[in-house]
Nanobody, 130 residues
Framework: QVRLEESGGGSVQAGGSLGLSCAVS????????LAWFRQVPGKEREEVAA????????YMADSVKGRFTISQDKAKNTLSLQMGNLQPEDTAKYYC???????????????????????WGQGTQVTVTS
């Protein structure tokens, strides 16, 4: 059973930075999509960023491109999201998600297209004040 636990949320003023971390445990396979989503009550969940554990490259939503960076530390089994120049519209609960996929899918960019994720963390709140 894959387990995901987010940390690092909090409150920050507009223009500030925050880093989120997700501890990933309970899996033995090497081929996963790992992603960050965010959701505001009453609105649809938005995929913010994604990465493939078995390859290079990342996906970043247009709304965060140039401000956020997703990365993975394979030795520590952690997924990170570095957020800069935060704005009030970035306020949301941020979730870490994982999806076990075949290596052939991962190497063809499957992680960078919209699809359902199987495993989710509990989420961490990020609040940006103006």
């Amino acid at each position: 059973q894959v387990r995901l636990e987010e940390s690092g949320g909090g409150s920050v003023q507009a223009g500030g930075s925050l880093g989120l971390s997700c501890a990933v445990s309970g899996y033995t396979e090497k081929s996963y999509c790992l992603a960050w989503f965010r959701q505001v009550p009453g609105k649809e969940r938005e995929e913010v960023a994604a990465i493939y554990t078995g390859g290079a490259g990342t996906y970043m939503a247009d709304s965060v491109k140039g401000r956020f960076t997703i990365s993975q530390d394979k030795a520590k089994n952690t997924l990170s999201l570095q957020m800069g120049n935060l704005q009030p519209e970035d306020t949301a609960k941020y979730y870490c998600a994982a999806d076990l996929i075949a290596p052939s899918l991962g190497s063809n960019g499957y992680c960078f297209i919209a699809h359902d994720y199987n495993y989710w963390g509990q989420g961490t709140q990020v609040t940006v004040t103006s």
